[in-house]
């Protein structure tokens, strides 16, 4: 959805394909066709303490948590239910007044590579800088940009939402907003290459253009 030629919505940008079950009984694996290329995502569909595979982990057929044991293990499903390319998408779209529900505390990108499928499709980079000892001294931003962190294959090994501060998602850990971008990169001790990206409105508009074209 469009107004004045400024997307203020991207539900209209994808859409499922195929969903594909798992081991795990509280997720779904989602094929998403985004505009014209195909991502994954793993949704958490519930948080629940599955007592009987924690008696099978455990060997133990008599066991039963704590209050403290359950109240760790849903803090830790909901932590790993969303991965950093999720969190700076849900963060960057909310911010800028961007309609959506696929990024969420509940969805995951599977892999790194769908990350650049969006990027390669919907943005736009706009800065782009090489580490240095580990350090990106005279990296600056823009406030209201994604920050894309690249290794020596390319692959953005991490992202995060950028208003001032470095909101970052690592892994298994709570979400974290940092100051220094040099915080960021020791976690990613791999990364090679800093890039900034903006949501490109005109590249999306034509998608939309030729979507209602030949609808």
């Excluded at 539900?11 to 985004?34: A, G, Q």
Aim: glycine share 4%.
């Amino acid at each position: 959805m469009t107004v004045d030629n400024k997307i203020v919505s991207i539900k209209n940008l994808y859409y499922p394909t195929d969903t594909i079950p798992t081991k795990d009984k509280y997720s779904l694996t989602v094929d998403v066709k985004w505009m014209d290329s195909i991502i994954q995502i793993r949704k958490t569909t519930a948080i629940r303490y599955d007592l009987e595979e924690s008696r099978k982990f455990r060997r133990d057929s008599t066991y039963n948590p704590s209050p403290d044991d359950t109240l760790r293990y849903t803090e830790m499903r909901k932590i790993f239910s969303q991965n950093c390319h999720s969190y700076a998408l849900e963060k960057y779209f909310g911010n800028i007044g961007v309609v959506e529900d696929l990024f969420n505390e509940s969805t995951v990108l599977t892999e790194n590579i769908y990350m650049d499928k969006i990027l390669i499709t919907s943005f736009e980079k706009t800065k782009e800088f090489k580490t240095k000892r580990k350090k990106c001294k005279d990296c600056t931003f823009d406030k209201g940009t994604i920050i894309v962190f690249r290794d020596k294959w390319n692959s953005p090994i991490h992202t995060v939402y950028f208003d001032g501060q470095f909101h970052s998602k690592y892994g298994g850990w709570p979400a974290k907003a940092e100051d220094k971008i040099d915080n960021v990169i020791k976690t990613y001790l791999d990364t090679v290459t800093i890039e900034e990206y903006k949501f490109d409105n005109k590249k999306v508009a034509k998608y939309v253009g030729r979507k209602n074209a030949g609808s």
